[in-house]
T-cell receptor, first 116, second 110 residues
Framework: DTEVTQTPKHLVMGMTNKKSLKCEQHMGHRAMYWYKQKAKKPPELMFVYSYEKLSINESVPSRFSPECPNSSLLNLHLHALQPEDSALYLC???????????????FGEGSRLTVL | SQQGEEDPQALSIQEGENATMNCSYKTSINNLQWYRQNSGRGLVHLILIRSNEREKHSGRLRVTLDTSKKSSSLLITASRAADTASYFCAGRGSNYKLTFGKGTLLTVNP
């Protein structure tokens, strides 16, 4: 199984809603990532988890709250988002954080978020 | 902040031709990776080149790395319509972050 599965594929939410994005992998990878991608732009790193601990937070607003319940799962909890947060949210995993092949990322297909 | 700057931003070629994309980066890297993204989809890893390597091949892909110029190039030979996608370079720095460049949109016309 070489897949990273993200749910839901599409999400529409109001600014007062609370929702979550989910990501799952069963490749035994110990690093997991959240990236945000706006249209025609490159992915921007949000968070990195290594061995279920938050390693990197790229100064993301607190309305985005990541969670790594176990080594296979990664969640992104969303609360009080703004319309400018509308984007494709990509989850990725890698064997580790450094060194090939550990550093190669496997991406999910993304969750397309629209904030009204 | 972006690690890489791809050149050109958009490239249109005919099937069978070669496509060359360039990437320049700003800070030191442990490795440089290239990814492909079809419209609205996730990214797919293509090839990784370490900072102590100068050239690497994988199928129809050839990647070069020049650390003195902080630049890399991706060559796709004998392109196919299915190669139409956005291509991103990404540098893995010593802080373990993988930071993506702006990308090149490649269109291969049948």
């Amino acid at each position: 199984d070489t897949e990273v599965t993200q749910t839901p594929k599409h999400l529409v939410m109001g600014m007062t809603n609370k929702k979550s994005l989910k990501c799952e992998q069963h490749m035994g990878h110990r690093a997991m990532y959240w990236y945000k991608q706006k249209a025609k732009k490159p992915p921007e790193l949000m968070f990195v988890y290594s061995y279920e601990k938050l390693s990197i937070n790229e100064s993301v607003p607190s309305r985005f709250s990541p969670e790594c319940p176990n080594s296979s799962l990664l969640n992104l909890h969303l609360h009080a988002l703004q319309p400018e947060d509308s984007a494709l949210y990509l989850c990725a995993s890698s064997l580790g954080l450094a060194g090939p092949p550990a550093g190669e990322l496997f991406f999910g297909e993304g969750s397309r978020l629209t904030v009204l | 902040s972006q690690q890489g700057e791809e050149d050109p931003q958009a490239l249109s070629i005919q099937e069978g031709e070669n496509a060359t994309m360039n990437c320049s980066y700003k800070t030191s890297i442990n490795n440089l990776q290239w990814y492909r993204q079809n419209s609205g989809r996730g990214l797919v890893h293509l090839i990784l080149i370490r900072s102590n390597e100068r050239e690497k091949h994988s199928g129809r892909l050839r990647v070069t790395l020049d650390t003195s110029k902080k630049s890399s190039s991706l060559l796709i030979t004998a392109s196919r319509a299915a190669d139409t996608a956005s291509y991103f370079c990404a540098g893995r720095g010593s802080n373990y972050k993988l930071t993506f460049g702006k990308g090149t949109l490649l269109t291969v016309n049948p």
